[in-house]
């Protein structure tokens, strides 16, 4: 059985095929201005590269905030369920899940299936999220994939004291103009998400094993900083980025 899942995100766009239970391919593009379009775009890259055509497809799901623009998906489910599938395809020893994404940070724990018991979810506001670091990186005039390595350097993290986006690049801005040092601003940057993720992550009672989900878990800084929190160490799958619509391919099987 052919199977796709796509999670259509705030910033990027996922794609997963899978046949029999083994994942042939994934694809990641900017979702830009339209949902739809990208997910329509992300389908005929991942099939061209594949060499797969459409007739091939038994079934489509499509997650993510934009996964109802998806009209040609067989179902739309959400991206908690599905991410807790995925990660439960990667390590079927998780039990929990922290997935930070483009415009929300959830934390999920699920049983011995990879079932859902239990979440919270930040989708008010986006501290502590992707944006929140797209909006520090311009602030601190870096390129986002510089943050984790400086960050792990930092010997004294600054303090950043707000939880909003706005007030928290008011207090980078003026940490800047103090002199003081990128790296230390970036360790506190990644320690502001930290302790908020950890609050919603005891909430739920997440325990070990714990995966990291999500276009953040690239970000080393940011999982360091959550691990020294929880005093747990946590995994990071190479497709920790494609893991929602790797949950939903995985979920498709089943229709």
Partial sequence: MLTIGMDIGSITT????????????????FTGYHSE????????EILSELGIGRSEIDKIVATGYGRNSVRFADSAITEITCHAAGAHYLNPRIRSIIDIGGQDSKTIAVDESGRVKDFAMNDKCAAGTGRFLEVMARALELD???????????ENPSKISSLCTVFAES?????????????????????????????????????????????????????????????????????????????????????
């Fill in 144 to 154: 986002l994939d510089e943050f984790g390595t400086l960050s792990l350097r930092s």
């Fill in 14 to 29: 996922k794609a997963a095929v899978m046949k029999d239970n083994r994942i042939l391919g994934t694809k990641v593009i």
């Fill in 171 to 255: 207090e980078v801005i003026s940490l800047i103009s103090k002199g003081e040092g990128r790296e230390n601003i970036i360790a506190g940057i990644h320690e502001s998400i930290a302790a908020r993720v950890v609050a919603m992550a005891k909430r739920v009672g997440v325990v070990p094993p714990i995966m990291m989900t999500g276009g953040v878990a690239k970000n080393r800084g940011v999982v360091t900083a959550i691990e020294k929190k929880l005093e747990s160490p946590i995994e990071v799958s190479a497709n920790a980025q494609e893991n929602g619509a790797i949950g939903a391919a995985v979920l498709a099987a089943g229709l």
């Fill in 37 to 44: 379009s990208a997910g329509n775009r992300v389908l005929e």
